[in-house]
């Protein structure tokens, strides 16, 4: 890292991925090194499942004055491969900048997505995540791909900081962060020509001035014109042979998306469910499983 740069990362993720912990834990290591490190997070819904922000500043040298959000990044890394075609992640992208994404997909194909100039760099966290630590959580291990893209931080650095944050569970982390290491693969972005824009559909809030006091919504019913569907990265699936139709999935369930079917066993509804696994988790007949996909 050259002297007197102050290098910034936007992470986009969903709640309940771990974004946040993600940019801490990279500050904790920068700050083991010697350096100057911010890490904080934006939330728009604080839902488990909406997309979240989160935010690094590292400097080798100069201490970090600014505390406002990164809009000119210099490296972006993808928690949820889902984010790439609903938002604008490499929205103020540097040149000569990184994008990191967790995707089942090749370099070579995701390549077709984007234009600019910077590196890309692809790693499978999902597969590496369920394998090693049993849950799709990519935090830690989408840290083995930014070392290995970036350099940013050591590895060993991180020893510490994951001890102190999942203590007996450090290992496993540490371990998925390694193997992200190994298998992240890159290559550079380098468009000349016209680009090739993209389109992303924003969703239209009121403005400031157009909302009630005390923001009393009037309009009742309105949560069903968001479709939370198109969150998902995951899916449940019910395995009927095991499920005793207790209805505890459609209790926790919190977009109250999943019904009972004329067969009496339950049933998410795929426009709404936002694939945060609280239904797999609560059944304990452990009847439902999360699976790749929406
Ligand atoms: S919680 Fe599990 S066992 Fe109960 S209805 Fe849902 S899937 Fe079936
Ligand atoms: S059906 Fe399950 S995964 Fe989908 S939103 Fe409801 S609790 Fe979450």
């Known amino acids: 890292m050259e002297k007197g740069?102050?290098?910034?990362?936007r992470w986009h993720g969903r709640g309940g991925q771990g974004a946040v912990t993600s940019a801490e834990l990279t500050a904790l290591a920068a700050m083991r090194e010697g350096?100057?490190?911010?890490?904080?997070?934006?939330f728009g819904p604080e839902?488990?499942?909406?997309?979240?922000?989160?935010?690094?500043r590292i400097s080798q040298d100069t201490p970090i004055r600014i505390r406002s959000g990164v809009v000119k990044p210099?490296?972006?890394?993808?928690?949820?491969?889902?984010?790439?075609?609903?938002?604008?992640?490499?929205?103020?992208?540097?040149?000569?900048?990184?994008?990191?994404?967790?995707?089942?997909?090749s370099v070579d194909d995701l390549k077709q997505e984007f234009s600019g100039d910077w590196k890309l760099?692809?790693?499978?966290?999902?597969?590496?995540?369920?394998?090693?630590?049993?849950?799709?959580?990519v935090n830690t291990t989408m840290l083995g791909a930014l070392i290995r893209a970036t350099g940013i931080i050591n590895m060993e650095s991180l020893t510490e900081p994951l001890a102190e944050k999942f203590g007996a569970r450090s290992k496993s982390n540490f371990e998925a962060c390694n193997r992200?290491?190994?298998e992240t693969a890159q290559d550079k972005i380098t468009t000349t020509g016209p680009k090739k824009q993209k389109s992303f559909q924003a969703e239209k809030l009121p403005r400031w001035n157009e909302l009630l006091v005390g923001c009393a919504v009037t309009?009742?019913?309105?949560?069903?014109?968001?479709?939370?569907?198109?969150?998902?990265?995951?899916?449940?699936?019910?395995?009927?042979?095991v499920c005793i139709q207790c209805g505890i999935c459609s209790i926790y369930?919190?977009?109250?998306?999943?019904s009972e079917q004329s067969d009496g066993y339950f049933r998410s509804n795929p426009f709404f469910c936002k694939g945060c696994g609280i239904c797999a988790q609560e059944c304990w007949t452990k009847a439902i499983k999360m699976v790749e996909g929406s």
């Open 5 to 9: 740069t102050t290098i910034e990362i």
């Open 35 to 42: 350096k100057y490190a911010q890490a904080f997070p934006s």
């Open 47 to 56: 839902r488990r499942g909406a997309p979240v922000l989160a935010f690094n």
């Open 74 to 105: 210099d490296i972006v890394i993808v928690l949820d491969p889902g984010l790439v075609t609903l938002i604008n992640v490499v929205d103020g992208l540097k040149p000569g900048g990184a994008l990191i994404v967790n995707s089942t997909r």
């Open 121 to 137: 760099a692809v790693v499978n966290a999902s597969a590496i995540a369920r394998e090693l630590l049993g849950v799709n959580i």
């Open 180 to 182: 992200a290491f190994k």
């Open 219 to 241: 309009d009742v019913g309105n949560t069903k014109r968001f479709c939370t569907g198109d969150w998902k990265s995951e899916h449940p699936e019910w395995n009927d042979a």
């Open 253 to 258: 369930c919190p977009e109250a998306c999943i």
